[in-house]
């Protein structure tokens, strides 16, 4: 079973420009949550789409923007780039489900290997 | 607001040691809580997600405990190897939301030396 596959593996911009990261989930899961990564804070979440439906949302800017397509892969844009946004951004799928099915909703998170994002 | 910490923030220890890595939490109400593994430049490998119900999860040489009410949790290493070595994270899953977002600690940096 493929993992989780995020592309590209690393991106150079500079500031002000926009860029677009994708995560395709491991077959068969609705969930595909993103978070981002840098050694002063950390793992932060930054959202979550299950079933093309964003479900919730970090506490990042309007700039971090997603989306979801109807065969669960991913895509995730920041514009307006600034030297603040360079970390590694990961992808995380799982089954997902509702509270209520604790079967799916249990179900640890699968992580891909990242996009390195370097802005300048 | 959940907080998650993890200390040591770096642990170096021989191979062949056994030993703990400890995660707290401030807000006991959590649906699960998990563990993770990264190495260097690399995504995060599950290793042991432990629901609220539970009090311990095993998968080989590693043993994880809950204690939700005092808002703590350790992973356990049995024999620690070389290929141990890596940043361990544990993330808490708070039962006031929506989805699946998962607060982490900053990790523990793991080095066993053979």
């Known amino acids: 079973k493929a993992g989780v596959t995020q592309t590209p593996r690393y991106l150079i911009k500079t500031r002000g420009q926009q860029v677009t990261l994708s995560c395709s989930p491991i077959?068969?899961?609705?969930?595909v949550s993103w978070y981002q990564q840098t050694p002063g804070q950390g793992l932060q979440f930054l959202f979550e789409y299950f079933s093309e439906t964003q479900r919730n949302k970090g506490n990042f800017p309007g700039r971090f923007s997603g989306r979801q397509f109807s065969n669960s892969r991913s895509e995730m844009n920041v514009s307006t780039l600034e030297l603040g946004d360079s970390a590694l951004y990961l992808c995380?799928?799982?089954?997902?489900?509702?509270?209520?099915?604790?079967?799916?909703?249990?179900?640890?998170?699968?992580f891909g290997n990242g996009t390195r994002l370097t802005v300048t | 607001k959940q907080e998650v910490t993890q200390i040591p923030a770096a642990l170096s220890v021989p191979e062949g040691e056994n030993l703990v890595l400890n995660c707290s939490f401030t807000?006991?109400?959590?649906?699960?809580l998990q563990w993770f593994r990264q190495d260097p430049g690399k995504g995060l490998t599950s290793l042991l997600l432990i629901q609220s119900s539970q009090r311990e999860q095993t998968s080989g040489r590693l043993n994880a405990s809950l204690d939700k009410s005092s808002g703590r949790s350790t992973l356990y290493i049995a024999a620690s190897q070389p290929g141990d070595s890596a940043t361990y994270l544990c993330a808490v899953l708070p039962l006031n939301q929506a989805g699946t977002a998962l607060i982490f600690g900053k990790g523990t940096t793991l080095s066993v030396s053979s």
């Open positions: 807000d006991s109400a959590i649906y699960n």
């Open positions: 077959s068969g899961h609705r969930s």
């Open positions: 995380a799928s799982s089954l997902g489900g509702f509270r209520t099915d604790r079967l799916t909703y249990n179900s640890p998170l699968h």
